[in-house]
Nanobody, 130 residues
């Protein structure tokens, strides 16, 4: 059973930094690409960042480029999201997600669409005060 458990969300002042982590279990972590999404209250879930299974490809939504960094440690079955210079409008629940498919395993593709992901965690709340 695949489980993704996010951690690291908390209240932070605007301009501050946070590092989110996501511990994965129930899968061979190094085989699959991972992503971070977020959902603010009353809004749709949106893509934030993605990383390929080999850590050779990364993608970010335009609004976070240069401020956020996604990384993974396959020896620890963990993916991270370093968030710097946070803005109040980035208050949201942040979700770690995985594409656990044979196609994803056999390729080194990068996935940026929410409907491509088939597992996600319970989310971690990030609140940015102004």
């Amino acid at each position: 059973q695949v489980q993704l458990v996010e951690a690291g969300g908390r209240l932070v002042q605007a301009g501050g930094s946070l590092r989110l982590s996501c511990a994965a279990s129930g899968l061979t972590f190094s085989r699959y690409p991972m992503g971070w999404f977020r959902q603010a209250l009353g809004k749709e879930r949106e893509f934030v960042a993605a990383i390929s299974r080999t850590d050779t490809k990364k993608s970010y939504t335009d609004s976070v480029k240069g401020r956020f960094a996604i990384s993974r440690d396959n020896s620890k079955n963990t993916v991270y999201l370093q968030m710097n210079t946070l803005k109040p409008e980035e208050k949201a629940v942040y979700y770690c997600e995985a594409v656990v498919t044979t196609e994803a395993w056999l390729s080194d593709a990068l996935y940026t669409r929410g409907d491509e992901y088939n597992y996600w965690g319970q989310g971690t709340q990030v609140t940015v005060s102004s």
